[in-house]
């Protein structure tokens, strides 16, 4: 091609319209939940409008009924009484903890 077409080109995509941005086409993001209670690191969309939300670290969520897991193995917490995940319900706009949210160690009352 020569220079002079290549050139013409480039200048007659210059004058195309601009390509609408996902910011710029009036869409924003919704806040639903102001705290879900612990670090979402990590997320998995499940069927039924749920979704789980799980991190290693600490939470804000205790475990129901005083529940904790015991791990004499585990150095950095031996007695665990957090969730560590928790279910998000989308169409109840809803946190609570995973029902396998004890990861380490047997479950106890």
């Given at each position: 091609m020569p220079p002079e077409t290549t050139l013409l080109c480039f200048f007659l995509v210059l004058l195309l319209p601009p390509h609408a941005s996902a910011s710029?086409?009036?869409?924003?993001?919704n806040l639903l939940l102001s705290n879900v209670g612990i670090s979402a690191m990590h997320m998995q969309l499940l069927h039924a409008d749920r979704m789980v939300i799980f991190d290693f670290g600490p939470s804000n969520i205790s475990l129901p009924n005083g529940r904790c897991c015991r791990d004499s193995n585990d150095r950095a917490l031996t007695v665990d009484c957090i969730a560590h995940s928790v279910e998000y319900n989308v169409g109840t706009n809803s946190i609570h903890p995973s029902p396998s949210s004890?990861?380490?160690?047997a479950p106890s009352a």
């Open positions: 710029g086409d009036g869409s924003k993001w004890p990861t380490s160690g």
